[in-house]
């Protein structure tokens, strides 16, 4: 099987890149724009494109990462493989380690500061389709040097390649100033994906900066645009797979400039492109974020009007049968109730959830730790203990994947004492008398067995 | 004999999340069914693995269908908290307008409006969780099958989508929650609980309807797993177990 080392699978990934002509990818001339762009609109996620698209995956997959085309970062999904490929082979041990550490902590750092994310590979990977340029295969290995070379070098990784993108950009504006209405009408332009570069140095606003801002006075600078590059290569320009991700504040500036533009069918997505000012907004997002806001405003002007007439008769609604108001608003309470509820529960379950993650990783430490000082004393990596009884993924999860899962049973126990806090915590949690009352019989003998388990598990 | 028990118990669970996740398809709003997980597809994919050949071509698949799932996520996601911005915003536009006015027919259209946004809303939140869900399980299964590290590295990513990051929604949610308050004080204690049967009949189905099945599914599918770890969520507990259970709808209305 092949050997993976972190660069040499990325360069094997560029040339794949540039036959198969990857989905999430970045084309950085102009030449290739209107084909990009045109392959891009008509692209509704429909579910006919879903199936064909997985089956082309299948296809071409030997030749195939998903690499850089991935979504948010996931840069190294080469690291992931490397990883993967470290399970089986001894060999690039130094290349393993390395890049999964770069693998498992760059992707975070990198994605604070870039907030990269892609549109869906709902394009098609049609093999004749050619996206890249030797240029961009150029900058994107100087990128996934720059990945792979570790946390403290992406800033400068990043500045470099941000230098270059910003080159782009300045010509990728001037373009994007050009109406495309030649090229396409505004229907597809509302559905497609709004495409854009946003250079990373200038992509300091991240998603958890939606909030943010809280300038209301300025509401236009305050709706600083989430960045937007494509995956782990920010040398994705135009061809803009990447994504806004609106805010309310942006959306405030948006209706401001729209309201001085006179309404929003007087406004047109240049004017208010204009006006907004807005450091990586482009005229398609703002093209789409328009023909939304006017759908939005216009379904229920329409109705307003035509029940107007029928305004004195009755409280007519489409969906409720009126007979009282008290009934009316009971019906709205109750629904409200419901859904209320519902995301309660969505919260403490995400809390929850992110809780055991930060547990998982917490523990995951100590493992390392422990690890380690066991390496440290006994200087060599031959020995061999018993396995632990853990039963989860904490199991696996040691540093060096390419030494065998050695450790002191000293440290198993503290680690697995760990483990039975965490399980009992959630023993205790589970005994709620209000779980009784369900009257599904079935699942109500599940938790007394559950419970065993768990015993024996920890025993 | 235990663990052919266990393991037993196991399978016949081992179902329950695709299953259950099938059937909060089927009662999502038909929009976003091809949004969902394709766990069912990713599964497979997992099964292709062997534990004994390295870096098959079925990894790298798996891996692939992944990263492609999450795009789907984000875009979608990003797509519908866009449009429940404008929304909400269009909404407030007009509850102020309309506070001006005082036209009664406005006031109750507007608070459907709301309440449907709301719904809708939070069911985004929900997609949000059956899909990280989903992700959780199937990397499980997945570094069980290879023995690998795949699971951490990638939840913690996951952990930073777009399409996880639900904060801006669930303010949008509450911002709902308290305009809705405002707009229709609350009613009497008595007479709310004489009116729910009637108003059950009442509700708009569609989003009402999903809400509904996505608490009784997330109520199942935290009853118990066999494979309970570290990683697992407790029960669910609803304070009000009776709303759940009188909102079991009989009728057979048809999801549009």
């Known amino acids: 099987m092949e050997t993976h080392s972190a660069l040499p699978v990325g360069n094997l990934n560029m040339q794949q890149f540039c036959n198969s002509g990857s989905s999430g990818v970045m084309s950085s001339s102009l030449p290739v724009l209107p084909n990009t762009l045109e392959e891009k609109f008509p692209e509704l996620p429909d579910p006919q494109h879903v199936p064909l698209e997985r089956e082309i995956q299948r296809n071409p997959l030997p030749s195939r990462r998903p690499l850089f085309s991935s979504p948010s970062g996931f840069s190294p999904d080469l690291s992931f493989s490397s990883t993967l490929a470290h399970e089986r082979h001894t060999n690039n041990t130094p290349f393993v380690s390395r890049s999964l550490n770069a693998g498992v902590s760059l992707p975070s750092t990198y994605l604070s500061n870039m907030e990269i994310f892609q549109v869906p590979n709902n394009f098609p990977k049609d093999p004749t389709e050619i996206t890249w340029c030797p240029d961009s295969v150029q900058s994107m290995l100087n990128c996934s040097d ?91 320009t135009a061809a803009a797979k990447p994504r806004m991700r609106w805010t309310p504040e942006l959306h405030e500036c948006f209706i401001n400039a729209v309201n001085q533009l ?58 409720l049968d009126l007979k009282t108001g008290i009934d009316f608003t009971e019906a709205l309470r ?9 995301h309660e529960q969505l919260e403490i379950q995400r809390n929850l959830q992110l809780r055991i ?87 109500s003998s599940l938790p007394p067995s559950k419970h065993s388990r768990i015993n024996d598990e920890d025993s | 004999m235990q663990a052919a028990q266990e393991r037993e118990r196991e399978r016949e669970r081992a179902m329950k999340f695709g299953k259950r996740l099938k059937r909060q398809i089927e009662e999502s709003l038909p929009e976003w069914r091809d949004k969902f997980l394709c766990y069912k597809d990713l599964k497979k994919l997992v099964k292709l693995i062997s534990a004994t050949q390295p870096s098959s071509k079925a990894e790298a698949e798996f891996i692939c269908l992944l990263d492609s799932e999450i795009d789907k996520f984000n875009a979608f996601f990003v797509d519908q908290e866009e449009e429940f911005i404008i929304r909400q915003m269009e909404l407030q536009e007009r509850i102020k307008r309309v506070a001006a006015t005082s036209a009664a027919a406005e006031y109750g259209r507007i608070g459907t409006e709301m309440v449907n946004l709301h719904g809708e809303m939070v069911l985004l939140v929900n997609y949000s969780s059956v899909n990280y869900t989903g992700l959780a399980k199937i990397l499980k299964k997945y570094d069980k099958r290879t023995g690998g590290l795949l699971r951490l590295p990638f939840i913690e990513k996951v952990l930073e989508q777009p399409f996880f990051t639900t904060d801006l929604i669930s303010k949008l949610v509450k911002d709902c929650e308290s305009t809705m308050d405002s707009m229709f004080p609350a009613a009497a204690a008595a007479a709310a609980t004489a009116a729910r049967d009637e108003a059950v009949m009442m509700v708009e189905q569609r989003v009402f309807r999903n809400a509904v099945a996505a608490l009784v599914t997330m109520r199942e599918l935290r009853r118990g797993s066999s494979t309970y770890g570290h990683f697992s969520l407790p029960p669910l507990t609803l304070p009000d177990a009776d709303l759940l259970h009188s909102l079991q709808l009989p009728s057979p209305i048809p999801i549009l």
């Not at chain 1, 109750?334 to 519902?342: A, D, G, I, S, T």
């Open chain 1, 334 to 342: 109750l629904q409200m109730e419901v859904q209320k509820r519902l």
């Open chain 1, 146 to 236: 720059g990945v792979i070379m570790g946390n403290n070098q992406i800033q400068n990784s990043s500045n470099k390649v941000s230098n270059d993108l910003h080159k782009q950009n300045e010509w990728w504006s001037d373009i994007m100033n050009v109406d495309w209405k030649d090229l396409f009408d505004d229907t597809t332009i509302s559905e497609s994906q709004p495409k854009v570069v946003c250079p990373p140095a200038q992509s300091s606003s991240n998603i958890s900066m939606q909030q943010p801002q809280t300038d209301q006075s300025v509401p236009c600078h305050s709706g600083e645009v989430c960045a937007v590059t494509g995956a782990s290569s920010s040398a994705t």
């Open chain 1, 357 to 443: 993650e930060e547990q998982g990783k917490y523990l995951q430490m100590m493992f390392e730790k422990q690890y380690k000082s066991t390496m440290d004393k006994t200087h060599c990596s031959s020995t061999v203990e018993k396995p632990t009884t853990i039963s989860s993924d904490q199991t696996h999860s040691t540093a060096k994947i390419d030494l065998p899962e050695a450790r002191n049973s000293s440290t198993d126990s503290k680690i697995t004492e760990g483990f039975r806090q965490v399980s009992n915590k959630w023993k205790m949690s589970e005994v709620e008398p209000s779980n009784e009352k369900e009257t599904d019989a079935l699942t």
């Open chain 1, 262 to 319: 006179g309404g929003s069918e007087k406004a047109t997505p240049k004017g208010v492109l204009n006006i907004m000012k807005v450091e990586g907004l482009t005229i398609y997002h703002v093209k789409s974020h328009l023909q939304k806001y006017r759908t939005a405003r216009y379904k229920p002007d329409s109705l307003e009007g035509m029940s107007e007439k029928t305004a004195t008769q009755s409280e007519e609604l489409p969906s």
